[in-house]
């Protein structure tokens, strides 16, 4: 059984900063690829950053130069650093880890809980 924790979520006002994390814990044997996404109110969930376990990212154009993402392997942790946020990037901002090896020989695609990011304007 493997858990993804997001925290760092909160209320900030527009052009402030957050930092997200989100670590997996259980039985991992490695993690490929780590995923933020998002979703807005009354909007579908959204793919914000991505980054591989050799480090190669890809932002969406909505974030591109504001948002960064990385990630400690041996912590099994990824980031989200959010600067310059905007009103519009209100949303629960969700993590996910979608091949993940573990102890019993297979991949699996796990999500986190979730954690709540407030623009004000």
């Known amino acids: 059984q493997v858990q993804l924790v997001e925290s760092g979520g909160g209320l900030v006002q527009a052009g402030g900063s957050l930092r997200l994390s989100c670590a997996a814990s259980?039985?991992?044997?490695?993690?490929?690829?780590m995923n933020w996404y998002r979703r807005a109110p009354g909007k579908q969930r959204k793919l914000v950053a991505s980054i591989t376990s050799g480090d190669s990212t890809y932002y969406a154009d909505s974030v591109k130069g504001r948002f960064t993402i990385s990630r400690d392997n041996a912590k099994n942790t990824v980031y989200l650093q959010m600067n310059s946020l905007k009103p519009e990037d209100t949303a629960v901002y969700y993590c996910?880890?979608?091949?993940?090896?573990?102890?019993?020989?297979?991949?699996?695609?796990?999500w986190g809980q979730g954690t709540q990011v407030t623009v004000s304007s």
């Open positions: 259980g039985s991992i044997v490695s993690i490929n690829a």
């Open positions: 996910n880890a979608p091949m993940v090896f573990t102890t019993d020989g297979y991949e699996y695609d796990y």
